[in-house]
Nanobody, 121 residues
Framework: QVQLVESGGDLVQAGGSLRLSCAASGRISVINAFGWYRQAPGNQRELVAA???????KYADSVKGRFTISRDSANNTMYLQMNSLKPEDTAVYYC???????????????WGQGTQVTVSS
């Protein structure tokens, strides 16, 4: 019923930039919140950044000042601009969204398939 498709992951040198995108499609009525999570090998999945329907944002301390999350509500799309990338940013990045479907009473939690970001030193 809902698909979240990430794109933009790549191999980049330390200090470089990448822009991730997440496009949501399906029988969507409202997207309450979007978020980016990441998971490195051997680590738990962690929140990187999130943005609510009112545009308020929050970031992990490790990415503050380097990453910027944004959303295009008209097109159900979210972005993560990542600057000054570090090797420790290497991970699979996952898109997450809290979405209420048409004719649904409550919102559900949805995940994308992930996109690999690799930062070389």
């Amino acid at each position: 019923q809902v698909q979240l498709v990430e794109s933009g992951g790549d191999l980049v040198q330390a200090g470089g930039s990448l822009r991730l995108s997440c496009a949501a499609s399906g029988r969507i009525s409202v997207i309450n919140a979007f978020g980016w999570y990441r998971q490195a090998p051997g680590n738990q999945r962690e929140l990187v950044a999130a943005i609510d329907s009112d545009g308020s944002t929050k970031y992990a301390d490790s990415v503050k000042g380097r990453f910027t999350i944004s959303r295009d509500s008209a097109n159900n799309t979210m972005y993560l601009q990542m600057n000054s990338l570090k090797p420790e940013d290497t991970a699979v990045y996952y898109c997450n969204a809290e979405i209420r479907l048409h004719y649904a009473v409550v919102a559900g939690d949805y995940w994308g398939q992930g996109t690999q970001v690799t930062v070389s030193s």
